[in-house]
């Protein structure tokens, strides 16, 4: 779509209405004028242009959403009134109208309805908090958020499984993230942090000393207050880009600090072009319990297409020598919406995974980040429209195989509106996946941009403190960060 979208508003919650608004048309520029402004001005409004009002009245002592679309020759409203008047009501009433409308206008609908945010299942567990059984959250989650009712199963689903990994809940036990921001190269669908090993490969030492050094700081205080580490996680970048000195040195220092109580050891092998057998056994015998190695696709035409520099062939050499090597918990992560990538395609990628049988299978939606080149190169973005059909496909291959949801997670610009999906089979779910996405535990984070996140459990309140990008700044300000990490959590346990 070329037309700008103006949207004219008389409250303050626009964000909610743009968001989605975007859910609709798409990364179009949407300019927000307030109503007033637009009464005085009409010329804000060019021919070419889509109006759009989202309004919020009163009447008989209730709130009245209204949504208007202007286009042209053309008018539509949805209106509807809601008895209760609370800050969440009034954002989520403008999320709905504005979705009914759009809706209806366009013949669309999407399966997580008005819901956004990237953990949809968090919802399901505050009513289940609340003492609601699943047959309740399940139709109240269509009827309040216009989920459809497969997600809505689907999300319960879920949480039940994740419960009894989260509850019962204390304070003292805390996961572990340790990030690696270098990569051989950068695939083009990538925003983490991830640095290239050509460019940037002079700074590994001096990032592991720093590294290290937040790393035994921060020890000091878990000490004192005696936190007890249940989960680490060595993810990035591709920490298996580290040579096998760097790697090994990591994971002895990073054990002996934290893997007394450790009951699970996860570290990413995601590139297969980094995996040798000397750094496989690098990881066995530094306490690594849990490894992902992560074709995407098994059609090497796709993978040279998005920056992956390995073939299927050496993804299954890769797991096989993992696997010899006596790794029993193997994760596989593939993408759906690929560029070109239709069913067939997908369909080979499962067939060559079945044959090797991970563990689990975590099934990512293509999300067009804008920090990643894919976003300056749209045109090479897969249009074909099948991405639901893809996942329906995944899921039948997950239920095939004793593959069961674990964990769920959404982001923005997923192809189709759809989600980030997490199989295993029973036993072999990752304790750090269902953390880090419920948040009910505090992550301790390590290394550049990482994040740590502190949980007021009480009070159902996140702090968080993200350390510098930069891994130059990183390095040289590397005092500065753990203070202010030790800050965060001073407040949490004093």
Known sequence: MNAMIKLVVNHTYAAEAANIIRLFYGKTQIDIVNLEALEYNQSLFQANEVLLYSLLDYEDEKIVGRAILNLHDEKKEYSEKYP???????????????????SLHLGKTYPWGILTGIRPIKIVHELMDKGFNDEYIESFMPENYLVSIEKAKLAVDIAQRERSFIYPLDTKTVSIYIGIPFCPTRCHYCSFTSNSLKTCGGLVEGYLDALIYEM????????????K???????????????????????????????????????????????TE???????QGGVTRISINPQTMNDETLKAIGRAHSAEETVKSFELARKLGFDNINMDIILGLPGEGIEHLERTLHAIEKLQPESLTVHTMAIKRAS????????????GNTSEMMKLTVEFANKHDLHPYYLYRQKNMVENLENIGYSKAGYECIYNIQIIEEKQTNIAFGAD??????YTDENRIERQANIKDIKLYISRIDEQINKKLKLLEELYK
């Open 216 to 227: 035994e700081q921060t020890h000091v205080f878990m000490n004192k207050y005696n936190l």
């Open 84 to 102: 209760i008047d609370t800050e969440k009501q009034r954002k989520e009433a403008v999320k709905l109208i504005m979705y009914k409308l759009l």
């Open 278 to 284: 000397g750094k496989l056994k690098v990881l066995k």
């Open 450 to 455: 990482a994040i740590t996140k502190t949980v």
């Open 373 to 384: 080149i894919i976003n300056e190169n749209l045109d090479i973005v897969s249009n074909s």
């Open 229 to 275: 580490v249940q989960t680490m996680y060595i993810g990035g970048g591709t920490p298996t880009s580290l040579n096998e000195e760097q790697l090994e040195r990591l994971l002895a220092k990073a054990y002996s600090l934290f893997g007394e109580d450790l009951v699970e050891f996860t570290c990413e092998a995601g590139r297969p072009d980094t995996i």
